[in-house]
């Protein structure tokens, strides 16, 4: 049973991360007021394809909650209805959650397609709980945390439309990031937890507080990243995409702590495979670390040296979740393999 239950827990693990990728993507492509509303998309369960759908037209029936474009403004059906040969202001409300009235397909199916992984992550979250009750007996704390995996999926979606509903706030879109790699350590947590003790490696050498000095900096890159992120952001509503050369020209603050913490970043792993590898203590994650590190490096240097190549911001925001999660996992291995050594 315990088997059966991990193997869920990777699979919602990896449906976590494909929300992650999706997140990056609609960042990369300025996708996130694609759906104005949430947890629908202009009103529908399936989104628009063209303008025409949002747009008023005569002997045409609308259902309640169906959102239109009107002079600019969204209106929202306020009950179901079939127009006349005029427009019926009574027979609809402005949305008043923010004013953004705008129509890009490509940009509303991308955003569709993440809320699409999240309700799929949710599900398999869910999926995980409830196979947790059968370990309530003999591992009460898998099944609480379990469950809290789920609440903290709910908590997700909630982030994820006052996002919506605040246009993108930078500080909101921060604390969304942040909680998803909470959930990605929970589920970590979960995973290791239920892997049999004969698995686990021993150790006679304590890296655990390098481990954490490693994992806190990861997470501060992270915070800072989302906002280095924004303020690029910022540049390319002001500049426009054919400016690439200038989108870092005159960067705030962040952007140099952030690149200044990379090389602090990269000289501590490094000295923490040195004493991995030194002290053979088998934590063989040590090599996934370096190798999404380098290329969470080279992915940095192509933004800022090659003005933003196609897709760079992307795999730069994924390999730094996947770089937490690795650390993480390897920071649990360890604690794991202290507490046996010293019990042996």
């Known amino acids: 049973?315990?088997?059966k239950f991990r193997q869920v827990a990777k699979v919602a693990l990896v449906l976590v991360y494909f929300v992650i990728i999706a997140g990056a993507v609609v960042r990369m492509t300025g996708s996130g007021m694609g759906c104005p509303d949430w947890p629908k998309c202009f009103g529908h369960y399936i989104p628009p394809t063209e303008i025409s759908e949002l747009q008023w037209q005569p002997d045409t029936p609308f259902?309640?909650?169906?959102?239109?474009?009107?002079?600019q403004t969204l209106q929202v059906a306020v009950e179901d209805f079939n127009t006349g040969s005029s427009f019926d202001r009574s027979k609809w409300k402005t949305y008043t959650k923010h004013d953004y009235a705008e129509?890009?397909?490509?940009?509303?199916w991308i955003e569709y397609i993440n809320r699409l992984f999240g309700a799929l992550a949710g599900l398999a979250t869910l999926a995980l709980a409830i196979f947790s009750l059968k370990l309530l007996k003999t591992n009460k704390k898998i099944t609480f945390l379990s469950w809290l995996v789920v609440f903290g999926m709910g908590f997700q979606a909630w982030l994820g439309a006052t996002v919506v509903y605040s246009l993108l706030e930078p500080v909101k879109i921060t604390v969304h990031m942040v909680m998803a790699l909470v959930i990605v350590a929970f589920i970590l947590y979960i995973i290791?937890?239920?892997?049999?003790?004969?698995?686990?490696?021993?150790?006679?050498?304590?890296?655990?507080?390098?481990?954490?000095?490693v994992l806190a900096l990861t997470i501060i890159q992270v915070v800072l990243g989302t906002q280095v992120r924004q303020f690029v952001d910022d540049r390319i509503d002001?500049?426009?995409?054919?400016?690439?050369?200038?989108?870092?020209?005159?960067?705030?603050?962040q952007f140099y702590v952030h690149r200044t913490f990379?090389?602090?970043?990269?000289?501590?792993?490094?000295?923490?495979?040195?004493?991995?590898y030194k002290y053979k203590l088998h934590f063989l994650k040590i090599n996934w670390v370096l190798a999404f590190l380098s290329i969470e490096v080279i992915s940095?240097?192509?933004?800022?040296?090659f003005d933003f190549p196609f897709g760079s911001q992307t795999v730069h925001l994924v390999l730094?979740?996947?770089?937490?999660?690795?650390?993480?996992?390897?920071?649990?291995?360890?604690?794991?393999?202290?507490?046996s050594y010293k019990s042996s």
């Open 262 to 276: 990379s090389i602090i970043v990269v000289l501590l792993n490094l000295l923490l495979a040195q004493r991995i």
């Open 238 to 253: 002001l500049l426009g995409e054919a400016a690439k050369d200038q989108w870092l020209t005159n960067a705030n603050w």
């Open 320 to 339: 730094a979740s996947l770089l937490f999660g690795v650390q993480f996992y390897l920071l649990l291995e360890a604690l794991s393999a202290k507490r």
């Open 63 to 71: 259902k309640k909650g169906q959102i239109i474009i009107v002079d």
């Open 300 to 305: 940095g240097i192509a933004m800022y040296y």
């Open 1 to 3: 049973m315990q088997k």
């Open 192 to 213: 290791h937890e239920t892997k049999p003790l004969a698995e686990r490696p021993k150790t006679h050498k304590n890296i655990v507080p390098l481990l954490w000095l």
């Open 103 to 108: 129509f890009n397909a490509a940009h509303t």
